[in-house]
C-alpha cells in the first residue's frame, strides 16, 4: 500500500484536530496583536496531487506573502502561513500604525513586522500542536517570502515527494470578522508533516493502527 | 486568418511536448527545474517540471519518473527523438532552480535548487546537448513559456521583470 492508501477516516478526522487545535490558538495571538475578533473556519484536511494543493492557495502563479518555518523535533515537517500581499499589508498597518507598508524588499519594518506576526502565529499554532500531542516540537526561525505560490509550496513537499505524488493538507483559515464579506479569507495555515511524522502524530494521540 | 494557438500546461513533476505554433508553459518554478529540450528546425519541444534531482531518492514503489531529473530527461529525449527530432540538434534551455528560503537546518533538502540545476546539467552533459541559455539559481519563483517557432524561452519573475533567453 502506498503512504496515502493507509489513511482511514479516523485518520483524517485526527489530523482535522490538529489543524483545529492549532488555528484556534493562533487565532487568539492575532487577535490579540490587532485587537480585533478574528475567526478561525472549519480547518481542512485533503489528500490532493500537488498541483492541486497549490490551487488550494489560490494557483502557482498567484503572488502571495509567506512566512516558512521549519518544525523540528518528534514530527517534523513544513509550516506556512500565507497571505495576500494586499492583506500582508494590512496586518502589518493594522500592527504598527504605519501607513502605506510595501513587501518588495525596500521596507525592512514591514517585513520584521510581517515575520514577527508569522512567528508568533506559528508559535502558537505549534505550542498548541505540541501540547495537544505531548511531542517535542521546535520551530526554526521563520523565513519571509513574497513570491508564487507554486514557488514557496513546493518547496514544502520536497520530503513528502520522494515517497508520494499526493500530499496530505492540513489547512486552516483566519478570517477578520468584521470584514468576513468582503475578503473571503485572511490568512492561511498549510502543515506539512513529514512522511515519517505521522506515525509519532497518529501514536500520541491513541490512533496506532497507522504504521 | 487567425490561427489558434494553443499554449500547453506543464504541472509539477510532469512533462509534456510542444510543436509550432503551440507552446508550452509551467508555472511557480521554486526550488524546481524547467528544462526544454528542442529540436529547432522541425519546431518540436518538450518541456519537463523537475522536482528532485535523482530517481535513486524514490521510496515509492510506482514511481513517477517526470518527478526526477534523470528518468524526466531520459523521457523527453527518447519522446522527441520518437516524433522525428534528431538527437544532433537538439539544444536545451534550462530556468529554475532557485533557494526560495534560506537558514540553518541539518536537512539537505534546503540545497534542493542548486542539486537540481547540477543534475540537469549532468544530464544534458551525458547526452551531449547544449545548454544555449539558461536563467537559474537566485531566490525568485519563475514562470517560463516556451515557443517552439522561435525557440524563446520567455521567463517571469515577481519584482524582477520578465526576460526572454
Known sequence: MTFSQRLTDMHLDVLKEIGNIGAAHAATSLSKLLDKKIDMRVPAVRLVEFDEVMELAGGTEKEVVSVFLRIEGEAPGNMFFILSPEQGEAFVERMTGIKGVRFDGEDELAVSALQELGNILSGSYLTALSDFTKLDLYPSVPSLSLDMVGAILTFGLIELSQVSDQAIVIETSLTDVDHAEAEDIEGHFFLFPDPQSYYPLFKSLGVSSYE | ?165
Open chain 2, 1 to 165: 486568418m487567425n490561427e489558434v494557438l494553443n499554449i500547453i500546461k506543464v504541472g509539477i513533476a510532469d512533462l509534456k511536448f510542444v510543436s509550432a505554433p503551440d507552446r508550452i508553459r509551467t508555472s511557480g518554478l521554486g526550488s524546481c527545474v524547467g528544462v526544454v529540450l528542442f529540436d529547432p528546425r522541425k519546431q518540436l519541444a518538450g518541456m519537463a517540471h523537475v522536482m528532485l534531482p535523482d530517481s535513486h531518492m524514490a521510496k515509492q514503489e510506482k514511481m513517477n519518473r517526470f518527478k526526477y531529473a534523470d528518468t524526466a530527461l531520459d523521457d523527453l529525449l527518447r519522446g522527441l527523438t520518437d516524433n522525428g527530432a534528431s538527437k544532433f540538434r537538439m539544444k536545451a534551455k534550462i530556468a529554475g532552480g532557485a533557494q526560495m528560503f534560506s537558514f540553518k537546518t541539518s536537512s539537505d533538502m534546503m540545497r534542493i535548487g542548486p542539486r537540481n540545476i547540477e543534475a540537469v546539467k549532468e544530464k544534458l552533459a551525458q547526452f551531449h546537448i547544449p545548454i544555449i541559455a539558461e536563467d537559474v539559481g537566485g531566490k525568485s519563483g519563475r514562470t517560463i513559456v516556451f515557443d517552439p517557432s522561435t525557440t524563446d524561452l520567455h521567463i517571469r519573475k515577481v519584482n524582477h521583470g520578465e526576460v526572454t533567453i
